[in-house]
């Protein structure tokens, strides 16, 4: 438990993720990111139609362990990348509508993690930061790219390069997160909107997802014909036999 572990929990349709390293205030090292690598391949992961990820009540994660990467080499560096350090995308590209329930930190890796999640429901005790600048680094776990579509870039600019920290209702106004909950209930609301998303189509969810990241960077053009060409698939997926003899 040292080490750090993930905690994997069934409710109805929703898997529950939750970080278990609270000594380390959930700092995402590369064995917790193996380990959290390893949960969302889990079958009551993998068979979910909603999955929430959690650090539990007191912090989501107070950000990665940067001590470990220093005297990588570039190599060594591009390899962790393709290892543990491809779990933000993993999580990014569940076909599984995704939310974050944050408490405490929610720090440098901790909030780039939450980044790659679709919805982040916050407690008031939340607080927000992108700090590696500071300490001579950047965030390169999607962070940058993420926070500059979530806030955009002059707002980005600010919690990137100044590393301001954010409360919990400064980051709602921003757009960092989805909604502010009431003390001790971000658990129990991203239980909420998981479970709305759980009871949809799962392939409608999955293919929109798709289209709504696609349409992040692609043109009007491109936007709406993906938008065109994706309901089309979807209406015939959801013809019946019957409807396609007559």
């Known amino acids: 438990m040292s080490a750090g572990t993930v905690e994997i929990r069934r409710s109805g349709g929703t898997a529950v993720l939750t970080l278990r390293r609270e000594a380390k205030l959930n700092a995402l090292s590369t064995h917790l990111e193996r380990e959290l690598l390893r949960a969302l391949d889990d079958k009551?992961?993998?068979?979910s139609r909603a999955v929430v990820l959690t650090g539990g009540d007191r912090v989501f994660s107070a950000g990665a362990d940067t001590g470990e990467l220093r005297d990588m080499t570039p190599e060594a560096i591009a390899a962790?990348?393709?290892?543990?350090?491809?779990?933000?995308?993993?999580?990014?590209?569940?076909?599984?509508?995704?939310?974050?329930?944050?408490?405490?930190?929610?720090?440098g890796g901790g909030l780039e993690l939450a980044l790659a999640t679709d919805f982040r429901v916050a407690d008031p005790t939340a607080v927000f930061g992108l700090p590696e600048v500071g300490i001579g680094i950047l965030p390169s776990s999607g962070g940058t790219y993420r926070t500059v579509r979530?806030?955009?870039?002059?707002?980005?600019?600010?919690?990137?390069?100044?590393?301001?920290?954010l409360d919990a209702e400064q980051a709602l106004a921003w757009g960092l997160v989805t909604e502010v909950c009431e003390t001790g209930e971000h658990l129990a609301t991203a239980h909420g909107i998981a479970g709305e998303l759980a009871a949809l189509p799962p392939l409608a969810v999955a293919v929109t997802k798709r289209v709504i990241d696609a349409a992040t960077d692609s043109p009007r053009e491109s936007s709406l014909l993906l938008e065109q060409l994706a309901y089309a698939s979807l209406n015939q997926a959801t013809r019946t036999p019957t409807e396609d003899q007559t």
């Open 44 to 47: 009551a992961v993998t068979t």
């Open 150 to 165: 979530a806030v955009g870039p002059a707002r980005a600019r600010e919690l990137v390069l100044r590393g301001r920290r």
């Open 80 to 107: 962790y990348y393709r290892d543990s350090g491809a779990v933000y995308e993993k999580v990014a590209a569940l076909p599984q509508p995704t939310v974050s329930a944050i408490a405490g930190y929610c720090l």
